[in-house]
């Protein structure tokens, strides 16, 4: 079988350990031949990556928090000055204080709202800025660019609050990115992965029991698979996703078309 990213060069943001949809992206990345570079933010979460990358055999780690702008004209200078040529960029992050997690949306606050805009919707655009000029020119193939989202951002998810909103925003950026850096040959999309448990849904109240219902609801009668997921970001990153831009793309077996369910 072909390597669909053979001599591809992928920069992929927000690893934190080998349960996160980051983690299982990057190993399909590398399955498939590309190139792979992680990045990690601040020195606790150093070790980790590095040891994970060695696992991957990973091309490169270097440092990056997206919510510091100098971190990020870092990176990309570092990329630039090694001669890198990027093909795909992967944004995995997303953050909420967990206490706007677990009480009613409208006791929000203001600094968790922002805070929470700020690392899962505003770092996308931040991102992309920091990286476009590393993309190869149209001619060349340009790039693809992608983010995770959920279906909280359309839907009401109990529990879920304010990271549902952040999600909405960063579908909407998704949408006004590939509009504006499609004349680039830039592809912008975003994948709606289903509940998997990760380490950071951990943290949204009673998330076991979105699980269970989940694979009760869902078409599929399963959750998602964290490799049905990565296997669709090869997908978007390789040349078989060449005319796909702007879209939200949902990887959930089939929750998203649910709306009511009878219980007994």
Known sequence: ???????KVALV??????????????????????????TYQGERQKQTVEELAAE????????????D??????????????????D?????????????????????SRAGFAL???????????????TQPLMAPPEQGGGSIMTLTYLG????????????????????SVRYLAADLGPSNIRV?????????????RGIRDFSKMLEGGAKLAPLRRNTDPAEVADTAVFLASHLGRGVTGNIIYVDAGMQIIGFALTE
């Open 153 to 172: 951002s359309t839907r009401v998810v109990e529990n879920y609050n304010v990271m549902g909103v952040a999600k909405a925003s960063l579908e909407a």
């Open 13 to 38: 943001l927000g690893i934190a350990n080998k349960w996160s949809i980051a983690h299982a992206i990057a190993k399909a990345f590398i399955r498939e031949g590309a190139q792979v570079i992680l």
């Open 116 to 130: 929470a805009q700020d690392v899962s919707a505003y770092s996308l655009i931040a991102v992309a800025r920091a």
């Open 56 to 67: 991957l055999k990973a091309h490169q780690v270097l440092p990056c928090d997206v919510t």
């Open 189 to 201: 999309n975003a994948i709606s992965a289903g509940a998997v448990k990760t380490t950071s849904a």
């Open 88 to 108: 795909t960029v992967v944004h995995s992050i997303a953050f909420a204080n967990r206490e706007d997690l677990s009480r009613p949306f409208v006791e929000t």
């Open 69 to 86: 702008d100098a971190q990020l004209d870092a990176l990309a200078n570092e990329l630039k000055g090694q001669g890198t040529v990027l």
């Open 1 to 7: 079988m072909p390597h669909l990213m053979e001599g």
